[in-house]
């Protein structure tokens, strides 16, 4: 059973990839559990709805953290704004963040939180705490 910051964590990112897809600007997604998944580019319902197909799935069980992804493959992602979405604040993610690394664009943290704090900017990168009952707009 899901913890309800899981399903906070989970529901957010829906409803954020329902935002971007829905107005057609290109977006990828990619889930980092022990059931990986990789949708390249989300132009289509048909490929949206594989997106939440998994999300309405996928478990909090990713066998390493998502700075470690980021500095392995943040080649890969260079020219992009890399959205995180995250059931919590993770140091280490922070500490990546605020090295400024060259091989990552930019990153947007949204970390749900119990609470409101202010974002944090981090060199060129952010971090948005999002607290229940927030709603994505587009």
């Known amino acids: 059973e899901p913890s309800e910051q899981t399903e906070r964590t989970i529901d957010f ?18 889930s980092i559990g022990k ?28 066998p390493f953290s998502v700075d470690r992804l980021l500095q392995t493959e943040g080649e890969l992602m260079k020219r992009a704004i890399i959205v995180v979405i995250t059931g919590e604040k993770n140091e280490q993610l922070v500490q990546f963040m605020k090295r400024d690394v060259q091989s990552v664009n930019k990153i947007l943290c949204y970390a749900m939180a119990d609470k409101e704090h202010a974002p944090q900017q981090l060199g060129r990168h952010h971090v948005v705490f999002v607290h229940p009952n927030v709603e994505v707009t587009s």
């Open 35 to 62: 059931s990986r998944f990789y949708s390249p580019l989300i132009k289509t319902d048909a490929q949206l709805q594989k997106v939440l197909a998994h999300l309405a799935v996928v478990q909090a069980d990713a």
């Open 13 to 30: 990112a829906a409803s954020f990839l329902q935002s971007i897809a829905g107005g057609r600007a290109d977006v990828s997604f990619l």
